[in-house]
């Protein structure tokens, strides 16, 4: 009885102890069950298990078995009693507690060894359910998948095997030294003198501590012999000083393989002959073989190599290296899919004209003027609604709207609930969602140089049913941190209400369980999200997650509830799968009149042959805080897309490349995560795009490794940079940029048609405009490889080249490079920028409105390729130097001889075409056109309506320094208003 007692009292101190981590793990489970992924969170609980249990019991076993081992070989003790002090008493201790002292020592580094091993638990599944590429490496002939499976699952394997080997021979001689030293120091025979102390250490090896001893360093020297013969693979990733090659060159192949053979076969060698001295007398010869084993491993693997990479092969590098060069080449344009892109030689023809803009009237449409950072800036003034209410980004995508393709910017309505400073119960029960999103053409402004909104508002409204949106609540997304309960006693804040009926819902929007209260409408959540939180277990185990008692304490919580947690979609899609690389700016888009978040993810390796490697760095904002994240790899393919639920949660991966044999492992591993893309809804198939940081990194990779022959690669004679832009006042380089636009063989073919079939000419043009992603390239010279030029690298801004990228179904991900013809001048943005600041009369208006207490923002300037030619289009912002209000004001445009600015796209491109073609284009339609005089008998009409609009935006700019944008946005619609029709009363006298 008493020791079930004490089996009681241990296992709730064992409880007590690890509560903690036993409710992260429930809680975890728990999560994982609400999505649909137990059997992911159950794969990677047992592959953690596994490989942490495999390598702690090989490293307990290695440590213990040796450490028992030569307990019983020291039975021979000289001494018969414990002598009295300090010394005696460890000795003592020792001996009657060693199989204790063993098991603890031993258990002690595999549980350490065990932690670490689990963390790398995809190694093992990875080399398990490893899938074939298809594609072999150039010089052992092995499929890549050996590469990217096998060798970093064997290098990990050997790693712990060395560790274990060595930490059970360390230990091994320690524990004879002590004993020896102990002999000595007890008997009162401890010498002098070093060299005495030596010799009188030697004297204790008896035969069979020597046998143990030389079985534990043989076996060393055999695990040693396998390191060197997994780096002769792992020659094809890198590069030693300034080689030329990444990967294996040269000397690689021909000098440190073969060296790497001779250490192999030394290293066995000696394992052997060290074997052999179990038999030799005497055991002087084991250290003679020892050292000579690492004197000849030096020479063969350091020395020899360099004088021949020094002396060889450096006089003459492009020679020797030429072929690797081309394996390097080769491998990654794989590594990074530019295999995949098509190069293709732009037909320059010349300038803009007429022709050209009446054939692409449907691409102008869509030209992107708004920016992404001045609309963000301005929809948090006139949108937000409340200041609790924060747009984290705005996004471009694209939409049928009225049965026309449309390039439209979208930003999230996401709750900021920091700016609330709420109490706890209002954190996690009242405030628990966002409200809708705000949608607005990229082209389109009102007078006043405000975005034209399609949807707007709270509720949202919207007179497209292609936008209408049904269901506007965000419970997940960029900026929900902090975990909610829903579905207790209490109704959660739904929206503010002001003098409209609750139930007036917005346009088609669900409102199940609405009321309100105080201002407030109110609601309930009716969404499939969250894990139970109604039982005492779930509340106690969730307390310990958060570290919050209050959950313990009285509250609305019912037996219902739900709370829903790890709502932030960076962490929410990284704690599922956190295997992948996710692009750090997802994208919210309507679909089937609900909101979905679009994120793109990654599969990545640093362990593909002969390719470059490239370093990602990134912040993404999880749960208040910036999470910098850093990777390096050599091999990167955006396979997966993952759709979130913006009410539900529901988050689907979906497999985008096929082809990617990373993620086709990780589906054999994960059956039930990864669904083929042709199984995601069509209306959301619609908004997937080409994501930019994949695309960036492949042009930063395509500024070299566009040179597919080996000697101009070698002496970078055609190297490119991505061209360089204005933002704002600094200089900085392009960020890649969403258009609208048509393929260029697509475009030339449907204008070789317009003459004989202009019909059938305009409806291939319609079908034909594409949603893609483009960015220029600009020249830059560089030392070749070999870095035998002396001259500092210099840079030319005329435009050498344009890559694009598909963004449409099915062409999805094609790659284009359009070439410019090399004999032609063309102008880069830079070069664009230059003319711009060169102009005198768009200077002097830049000049004029930064000294009126205004800053000027310079927006994208959109290099457009359009039938042969290319148009140059930039978007001009004025701020407030006291409000960051930007509005658009003036739009520049400019071909190869001309720049001009207007106050609209459509009047800037009658400006630029007036010099040299016949276009009704007078200078009351391109200017400002003065207004009539007010007569003395239309003042008395007029001065009331002036007052009020006066009295109007006195009252607004009061709201704005108080910081009541609410407030403001009202009062400027009303200002809007007044001054409309104000101008109307005027012509109307005018007339």
Known sequence: ??????????????????????????????????????????????????????????????????????????????????????????????????????????????????????????????????????????VFGKDLSFFLFVLPFLRFIYGYILGAWLLALGLTVTYYAFHALADLAVSGRYPPTLRAQIRALMSYATPLIRAHLLVLSAFLLFIIAIHFRLSMFELLYGKVGDEAVWGAGFTDLKVRLPALWVLMLVFVVGGVLVLANLWWRPPVRAGVVLVSVFAVAWVVGNLLPGLVQRYIVKPNELTMEKPYLRHNINMT??????????????????????????????????????????????????????????FADVDVDRYFVGGIYRQVMIAARE???????????????????????????????????????????????????????????????????????????????????????????????????????????????????????????????????????????????????KVLWRRNIHERVRTIAPFLIYDPDPYIVIADGRLFWICDAYTYSSQFPYSEPYTLEQTVSIGGKQVREKFTFNYIRNSVKVIIDAYHGTTTFY??????????????????????????????????????????????????????????????????????????????????????????????????????????????????????????????FAAPAGGTLASPPTERHNLVALMMARCDLPRLGELFILRMPPGRQIFGPAQVESRIDNDAEISKNLTLWKQHGSDVLRGNLLVIPMDGSLLYVEPLFLVATETRLPELKRVIVANQKDVVMDKTLPLALARLMKKRVEVEVTEETVLPQPQPAITSSLAPQLKPMAEQLEQTLVQAEESLKQGDFARFGKLLQQARELATRLREQIEKSAE
């Open 655 to 780: 497999i985008a490349d096929e082809t990617d044999p990373i993620v086709k492992t990780y589906a054999r591993i994960f059956p039930r995560l990864f669904r083929p893309l042709s199984e995601m809804p069509e209306s959301l198939q619609k908004h997937l795009r080409y994501p930019v940081t994949y695309y960036r990194i492949q042009a930063e990779m395509l500024c070299l490794y566009h040179i597919t022959n080996p000697e101009q690669f070698y002496q970078r004679e055609d190297l490119w940079r991505i061209a360089q832009e204005i933002y704002e006042t600094r200089r900085q380089e392009v960020e890649p940029y969403y258009v609208m636009m048509r393929m260029p063989e697509e475009g030339l073919q449907a204008e070789r048609h317009s003459t004989r079939e202009p019909q059938r000419a305009t409806q291939n043009r319609q079908r034909n405009l594409e949603f893609a992603l483009i960015l220029p390239f600009t020249p830059y």
């Open 1 to 138: 009885m008493r020791r079930f007692v004490w089996v009681i009292v241990i296992v709730l101190v064992l409880l007590f102890v690890f509560a903690r981590q036993l409710a992260h793990v429930y809680t975890d489970w728990l999560w994982f069950r609400e999505l649909g992924y137990t059997g992911v969170f159950w794969t990677r609980f047992w592959a953690k298990l596994v490989v942490g249990t495999v390598i702690g019991v090989l490293f307990s076993l290695l440590i213990g078995l040796n450490l028992v081992l030569a307990q019983k070989f020291m039975t021979w003790r000289r001494w018969r009693y414990f002598a009295s002090g300090w010394l005696g008493r460890v000795l003592l201790w020792i001996e009657t507690g060693f199989r204790w002292l063993v098991a603890l020592v031993a258990v002690a580094f595999g549980v350490f060894a065990g932690i670490a091993a689990a963390k790398r638990w995809d190694l093992a599944l990875l080399f398990w359910f490893a899938a074939r590429m298809g594609e072999s490496d150039p």
């Open 333 to 390: 344009r794989l590594a990074y899919g530019l295999h995949r892109v098509k190069d293709v030689r732009y037909p320059f023809r010349g300038d803009i004209t007429p022709e050209i803009l009446e054939r692409n009237k449907d691409l102008l449409a869509s030209v992107r003027l708004w920016d992404y950072r001045p609309l963000r800036d301005t929809l948090q003034q006139i949108q937000s609604i409340r200041a609790y209410y924060q």
């Open 415 to 561: 709750l900021n609930i920091e700016a609330l400073r709420p109490t706890w119960y209002a954190r996690h029960f009242l405030w628990t969602h966002g409200f809708g999103v705000v949608v607005t053409p990229v082209n389109e402004i009102e007078e006043e140089g405000m975005p034209v909104l399609w949807v707007k508002d709270i509720p949202p409204q919207t007179k497209f049913p292609e936008l209408e949106v049904k269901e506007p609540r965000i419970y997940f997304g960029e900026l929900t941190d902090d975990y909610v309960i829903v579905r207790a006693k209490v109704k959660e804040f739904d929206y503010p209400h002001e003098g409209q009926g609750a139930g007036d819902k917005g346009q088609g929007m669900e409102g199940e369980g609405q009321g309100e209260e105080g201002g407030m409408v109110l609601t309930t959540y009716k969404g499939k999200g969250g894990s139970p939180i109604g039982n005492y277990l779930n509340r106690l185990a969730f307390a310990l997650r958060f570290n919050d008692p209050n959950l313990l304490l009285p509250n609305p919580i019912t037996r219902e509830s």
